[in-house]
Nanobody, 123 residues
Framework: VQLVESGGGSVQAGGSLRLSCAAS????????MTWFRQAPGKEREGVAS???????KYADSVKGRFTISKDNTKNTVYLQMNSLKPEDTAMYYC???????????????????RGQGTQVTVS
């Protein structure tokens, strides 16, 4: 499985970005796709997750501002980020896993594949 993120960049506070994660070699019906982020000097945290049937989960810090979605025809997961804040500045990674228990969706080690990340900077 190869995951390639794109869409990061620099934006002013209040602005928007849409991240994409293109997955190749991965069409398992049990899959979960999750966005994580890590800011310098901080722990990695789960941001948003989507399972193959579409159920989603969000970190409290992004609820109402971020939306995770997917396009199965393109094998791509998106993270629409609105009302960005400076504290959203981080490297964003997508990760893929199978049958990840709901209560540990934001556990990085539950995922067998991870991308290289895309930088988001909010000033």
């Amino acid at each position: 499985v190869q995951l390639v993120e794109s869409g990061g960049g620099s934006v002013q506070a209040g602005g928007s970005l849409r991240l994409s994660c293109a997955a190749s070699g991965y069409t398992d019906s049990r899959r979960y796709m999750t966005w994580f982020r890590q800011a310098p000097g901080k722990e990695r945290e789960g941001v948003a997750s989507i399972e193959n049937v579409g159920r989603t989960k969000y970190a409290d810090s992004v609820k109402g501002r971020f939306t995770i979605s997917k396009d199965n025809t393109k094998n791509t997961v998106y993270l629409q980020m609105n009302s960005l804040k400076p504290e959203d500045t981080a490297m964003y990674y997508c990760a893929a896993g199978d049958d990840v228990p709901w209560e540990v969706l934001f556990n990085w080690y539950q995922y067998h594949s991870r991308g290289q990340g895309t930088q988001v900077t909010v000033s």
